[in-house]
C-alpha cells in the first residue's frame, strides 16, 4: 500500500492535535509527521490516543532550524505540508514580541523555501510528481484587523493588524502569498475565526471561564465585556482545513467562520448556566464574574463571511456555539477532574 506522506507542524497544539486525529481516523492511506517545539502551548498528551498509531511519527523541532527541516524533507518526501505552527497569543506578543517576528515570519519562510525547492525545479517548474504537492498554511481573522458593530471579514477585506500577533502572521500570509505568485508554488491559505473546544490550552479565554468557575476563583472579562467573536468548534475547522487542502484552488484564501458572534460576557454567562446545571453549587457561578483592565489595542469585533468555502467547496460547520460549548465544558470539566 502506497501512503501518502504529510508534515504538520505545531501539531502538538490545540487545533493541530486535534487535526492530525481527524486525519488519521479519516484517511486510512495518510502517514503524519509531526513536528513541534513543545512550547508552553505544546502538549503530547493532546495526542495519547494516537501516540503508538504506526502512521505516526512526532519529531521534536523548531520550524526555524532549516537544516533539520530539510533533514526531515530528504527522509520523508513530503507530499504536503499543513502549517499552524506560530505563536498565537497576543496578551503574550504584547509583551514579548520578539518570538512572534521569528517563529510566525521566519519559521514559515524556513518551510516554505525548503518546501520549494524540494517540489520545483525553478519558478513555475515542478519536479516531476511534485506538481500535487501542497503547501496549507494556517492563519487568521486578526489579520483584517476590527470591526464595527456591522460588516463581515472576506477574502478580499484588506488587511490592518492592530497586535505584534496579527502583524507577524499577515507577514506570514503575505510570504506564503509570493511563493505562489512568484515561483508558481501550490500553496493555500485559510483564516479562520475563534476556535475552542477539546484541548486548548489553558489560557484561552473560554478554558479560562470554566476553570476559573470551577475552582471558585474571579472569572476575568476584559473591559465591559463586549468585545465579539465569531466562534468556531475545532473540530468544523478541521474538516475545513481538510476540504481545502483536498481541493481548494492553488494561491487561494479561504475564511473559516462558525457564524457564531457571541460577545465575552455572553460566553461567561452561558458558560456559568451551563455549569449551574450539570455542577451545581450553593450560589450560581455568575457571580464569580468580574471586569479587569482591558487588553492594549483590544479589537472590538471579528467575524468571518465563510461563504466562499460554503459555496465553493461545499463546507458547512456541524455545530453551533450552544452545542459545542457543552461538548468542550463537558471535556474540560474530565480534564480539571472535578467530575462528582
Given at each position: 500500500m502506497k501512503y501518502k506522506v504529510l508534515l504538520v507542524t505545531g501539531g502538538a497544539g490545540f487545533i493541530g492535535s486535534n487535526h492530525i486525529v481527524y486525519l488519521l481516523n479519516k484517511y486510512r492511506t495518510l502517514r503524519i509527521v509531526n513536528l513541534d517545539k513543545l512550547t508552553y502551548a505544546g502538549e503530547l498528551s493532546n495526542l495519547a490516543e494516537i501516540s503508538s498509531n504506526d502512521r505516526y511519527t512526532f519529531v521534536k523541532g523548531d520550524i526555524c532550524d532549516r537544516?533539520?527541516?530539510?533533514?526531515?524533507?530528504?527522509?520523508?518526501?513530503?507530499?504536503?505540508?499543513?502549517?499552524?505552527?506560530?505563536?498565537?497569543?497576543?496578551?503574550?506578543?504584547?509583551?514579548?514580541?520578539?518570538?512572534f517576528i521569528r517563529t510566525n515570519i521566519f519559521g514559515t519562510f524556513n518551510l516554505l523555501d525548503v518546501a520549494k525547492n524540494e517540489w520545483m525545479?525553478?519558478?513555475?517548474?515542478?519536479?516531476?510528481?511534485?506538481?500535487?504537492?501542497?503547501?496549507?498554511h494556517i492563519s487568521t481573522d486578526e489579520v483584517y484587523g476590527t470591526?464595527?458593530?456591522?460588516?463581515?471579514?472576506?477574502?478580499?477585506?484588506?488587511?490592518?493588524?492592530?497586535?505584534?500577533?496579527?502583524?507577524?502572521?499577515?507577514s506570514s500570509d503575505f510570504i506564503v502569498r509570493s511563493y505562489f505568485h512568484t515561483y508558481g508554488m501550490n500553496v493555500v491559505t485559510t483564516n479562520c475565526s475563534n476556535n475552542y473546544g477539546p484541548k486548548q490550552h489553558d489560557e484561552k479565554l473560554i478554558p479560562t471561564i470554566i476553570r476559573k468557575a470551577i475552582q471558585g476563583e474571579q472569572i476575568p472579562i476584559y473591559g465591559d465585556g463586549l468585545n465579539i467573536r465569531d466562534?468556531?468548534?475545532?473540530?468544523?475547522?478541521?474538516?475545513?482545513?481538510?476540504?481545502a487542502f483536498q481541493q481548494g484552488i492553488s494561491g487561494d484564501t479561504y475564511n473559516i467562520g462558525g457564524k457564531n458572534e457571541r460577545?465575552?460576557?455572553?460566553?461567561?454567562?452561558?458558560?456559568?448556566?451551563?455549569?449551574?446545571?450539570?455542577?451545581?453549587?450553593?450560589?450560581?457561578?455568575?457571580?464569580?464574574?468580574?471586569?479587569?483592565?482591558?487588553?492594549?489595542?483590544?479589537?472590538?469585533?471579528?467575524?468571518?463571511?465563510?461563504?466562499?468555502?460554503?459555496?465553493?467547496?461545499?463546507?458547512?460547520?456541524?455545530e453551533n456555539f450552544e452545542t459545542g460549548i457543552r461538548k468542550t465544558i463537558n471535556w474540560y470539566i474530565k480534564k480539571y477532574k472535578t467530575v462528582k
Open positions: 537544516e533539520m527541516i530539510q533533514t526531515l524533507f530528504n527522509e520523508y518526501q513530503f507530499d504536503g505540508v499543513i502549517h499552524f505552527a506560530a505563536e498565537s497569543h497576543v496578551d503574550n506578543s504584547i509583551e514579548a514580541p520578539d518570538e525545479d525553478g519558478p513555475f517548474k515542478h519536479k516531476e510528481g511534485s506538481i500535487h504537492k501542497r503547501f496549507l470591526l464595527g458593530a456591522t460588516g463581515l471579514f472576506t477574502e478580499d477585506t484588506p488587511y490592518a493588524p492592530n497586535s505584534p500577533y496579527s502583524a507577524s502572521k499577515a466562534w468556531l468548534y475545532v473540530l468544523d475547522h478541521c474538516s475545513g482545513i481538510d476540504i460577545n465575552n460576557l455572553y460566553i461567561a454567562n452561558t458558560i456559568c448556566e451551563i455549569l449551574d446545571e450539570i455542577l451545581p453549587k450553593d450560589a450560581s457561578y455568575k457571580e464569580q464574574i468580574g471586569f479587569v483592565s482591558d487588553r492594549p489595542g483590544h479589537d472590538f469585533r471579528y467575524a468571518i463571511d465563510a461563504a466562499k468555502i460554503e459555496n465553493d467547496l461545499h463546507w458547512e460547520a456541524n
